[in-house]
């Protein structure tokens, strides 16, 4: 029997290769392939950019670069750290600052200062995810170098989609 040997390879922002589809025994045609490194490394700091969708699901690449504006949802979203060290601030909204659409899909950003009772921070390294539950407003922050944070939420106004940028197709 022959070993067959595998190879990981961790990412950073200041480390990766570029996305690309590596097809094992199929058409690269019928796939598709970014890379959050790459995304993040090309994005404004706290750009929602789409990279993943499976129907109203998505995956958001976000470049943690200095203080986020503070979010809300009317849903649960999780935040996975892939790079950097993040702090999740979180606060449980008073029912004015909701999101009154019960409905309503993906983040959306809280007007003015949150109002409500502070609820604590979470410190976010490499692997970590958190949860930021629906109708509380989070608010990410990085010191020194930018981190990369990828975001699972459902499709929403903020979404930014650059599809024809960041995939690969063949």
Known sequence: MTATAYQTRFGSLKNYEKGRVEPIADDVRHYAFSNCFEIANNSKPYEKVVFGQNQIYVLETLRAEGNSPWYTCAHDEFALVMDGDVEVHLVQLDASQTVADTEKNGAVLVQGEPKGKKMGWMKLSRGHQGLLPKNTAYQFRTQGDPGVIVLQSC????????????CQVQ
């Open 155 to 166: 499709k929403g106004d903020l979404s930014i989609e650059k599809w024809a940028e960041i």
